[in-house]
């Protein structure tokens, strides 16, 4: 009795738009911004690196992909505000 209304996402395609979301934030952000990611999430920098650099393959565990995400949205929100208000 499954609704065939109701859409599931694959692994694969949750996978891939983690990634190009970390790839467009990525873009925002500078090499101080990757460390401080780092250090609220206390991972490694090169972590956090492999895991913006747009490699689907480097995405092995989505929890930790979507913190990555949040933090970086986050840092890149407050530069974005910091950039009109000076």
Known sequence: MSDKSNKTISVVELRSTIKQQLVDVAKKLDSHDRMQIAINLKIDLVTVKRYMDGKLEDIRRLE???????????IAEAKSCSAVTT
């Open 64 to 74: 930790l992909a979507e913190q990555i995400l949040n933090e970086a949205e986050g």
